[in-house]
């Protein structure tokens, strides 16, 4: 029941989207906001890519594998975090 | 305009001739580099030691550092690097007066983060050794 309400979270068009990680589909939620990098002395403005779904959907070796959200782009998993509460934040980089 | 100035603006000059580094992203401006940049070199004056000797009223010689950001998206900048140095080697007394040397101590200092994209940052230190009038800024002529 708990991991039902957790997917109804992305059934909303706006909050969710359609994606294929390693090859396989799964939905979740993608952000890509601006973001500073502090390099350097006036830093440089990047972006921060996560995509947000149920780590039930989260394969067993996920870092490093590819993340390809339709209109937006193909990622790379660079980073895995288990909020230990049913869902899983994917912080991705360029493929 | 002090000989610190005229140095960082020559410098600027220098790194904008033909054909201009880093897609003439070139500035002394302190903003960050926006997104539609993929290479960017930001120029700035760092510190001057100088040295008045023992003349009261005589020239002054300084030892200025200057600090050249090479800010590189996509890359760990190491083309930018190299193309950055052989351009500093091209201009010794950087058409200045005053200045024996531009290129002094040089020292790199490399960075990288991983975010959305790979970035660079690799900053060369330098110094330009030069002598200013009468104890004064202004350039010696």
Known sequence: MYEADLRAMFDDADSGVDATLAGSPVRGSFNNPTQRASLGTVGINTTDPTFWLC???VPAEVDGVELVVPGA???RVRDVADDGMGLTILTLGKA | MTAF???KAAIVALLLQAPPLASGNVTDRRR???RTADEAI???LNRSPGDRGSIGGGPVDWDTQLALDLYTRGGDGDALLAATFARLRTLPELGLAGVEDS???PEIEWDTEEAGDDLA???IYFRVRHRTAGDTLTAWS
């Open chain 1, 73 to 75: 782009g193909t990622f």
């Open chain 2, 121 to 123: 940052c690799n900053t």
């Open chain 2, 103 to 105: 290129l002094a101590d």
């Open chain 2, 32 to 34: 960050a580099v926006q």
């Open chain 1, 55 to 57: 780590t039930a959907d």
């Open chain 2, 5 to 7: 100035a005229d140095i």
């Open chain 2, 42 to 44: 930001v120029v700035r």
